[in-house]
């Protein structure tokens, strides 16, 4: 209810059967619940979450409620994410370039001491992300963050030619702020990749294998 008139169903204090009112509320609102904690069968180490509908390369797709349990790592922080295919899976090192981020979880020997939820679905289209990256005397991989980054600037003064690695599901627009006697190549960490001139954009895309061009430099 964002609005103090809604067009949700509401319950009143005298009505009978509330629960079917608020089930079918529930109903209504589940495609937000997607990868959602599922408290009832959280216990201990072991992570549940809901499923739901996403898309997936254009393909609306089935995600299941999970049904063996994602153990957490014990006396750590668990970066707890999920591919660009639905597929969830969890770390102790920081949430990984080109996933999709759903929750940090704090544990103690055998329980989950703290959580918090980073399922941020909705993102202005006049807001892209923006990144400032320095390459200089060594290849970059994009962190987690950077990679989401609609907008990418490579900076700094190049001692040789040098990579910048992207996920090899990414898109993006670069702008190669370097300088020096050198090249700057976007390029997954095993395939191929495109050099950007200096002082220079262009619209990158990785295509599961090898970065390709979808403009030339501009």
Do not use: H
């Not at 909705?122 to 807001?127: D, G, I, K, M």
């Not at 892209?128 to 987690?144: F, I, M, N, Q, Y």
């Amino acid at each position: 209810m964002a609005s103090s008139t809604t067009n949700l169903d509401l319950i009143a204090q005298s009505q009978s059967s509330k629960e079917i009112t608020a089930n079918a509320l529930f109903d209504a609102g589940s495609p937000a619940t997607l990868f959602g904690r599922r408290a009832s069968l959280c216990s201990g180490l072991n992570w549940f979450y809901y499923g739901g509908v996403m898309m997936v390369d254009g393909v609306l797709t089935a995600i299941a409620n999970n049904t063996a349990a994602l153990v957490l790592s014990p006396s750590t922080t668990n970066y707890i994410e999920a591919t660009r295919a639905g597929v969830v899976s969890k770390n102790t090192t920081g949430f990984t370039a080109g996933s999709i981020p759903l929750y940090t979880a704090a544990t103690g020997a055998s329980t989950v001491t703290s959580y918090t939820d980073n399922r941020a679905w909705v993102a202005p289209a006049y807001l892209p992300g923006r990144a400032s990256v320095a390459v200089t005397a060594s290849d970059v991989t994009l962190a987690a963050a950077e990679a989401r980054c609609r907008y990418v600037t490579t900076t700094g003064a190049l001692t040789g030619n040098r990579n910048v690695i992207v996920p090899d599901n990414w898109e993006g627009v670069v702008y190669c702020n370097n300088s020096g006697a050198f090249a700057t190549t976007f390029k997954t960490a095993a395939g191929s990749g495109v050099v950007v001139a200096q002082g220079k954009r262009a619209i990158l895309l990785a295509d599961g294998a090898n970065v390709v061009r979808v403009t030339p430099d501009t």
